[in-house]
């Protein structure tokens, strides 16, 4: 099970590492975020340190929400849904190959928002680095399990690009409260 669990990864993986669109996508719309945040917050420079882990958390859920909805999207507009679907493996292989990419995909922009948030808010959190780590470890696995899922159930529909935000913030605001 593993192996085709690690297949299905790796297929995700390369397919991005070659066209690069989701992860363009999420640390465009990350820095985005940081720079407007950046801004609005610049009045409240003392107290920034209490605001940051909620500013990290909404650039996270957004820019994973972007790339969420491009996880079944790219097989969805090549046919190739189909193909995954005929695959002769449980449906749970599918499931756990394309949580385990967007997880990826999703830490390797947090770690790249993460340090333009540092820079941008000027902070030191040095003493704090395991417990950040674990809390956006355990956060993404939470937000990419549920998303994942709905990806799957929005995908298939029209206007998947608004649908998957609708049905997914609902569901995460406790991982993301818990998280902040």
Known sequence: MLG????IFRKDLLIELRTKDSLNAMLFFGVVVLVVFNFALEPVRDSIRAAVPGVLWVAFAFSGTLGLNRIFAAEKENGAIQGLLMI???????????MAAATVFMLI?????????????????????????????????????????????????????VLLPLILFPVVVPILINAV
């Open 109 to 161: 922009s947090e770690v790249a928002i993460s340090v333009l948030a540092l820079i941008f808010f000027n902070l030191t959190v040095w003493s704090e680095i395991p417990y950040l780590v674990l809390v956006c470890l355990v956060g993404t696995v939470g937000f990419t399990a549920v998303g994942t899922l709905l990806s799957a159930v929005a995908v298939n529909t029209r206007m998947r690009e």
């Open 4 to 7: 085709k669990v690690w297949t």
């Open 88 to 98: 002769p493996v449980d449906r749970g292989v599918v499931y756990l190959g394309k």
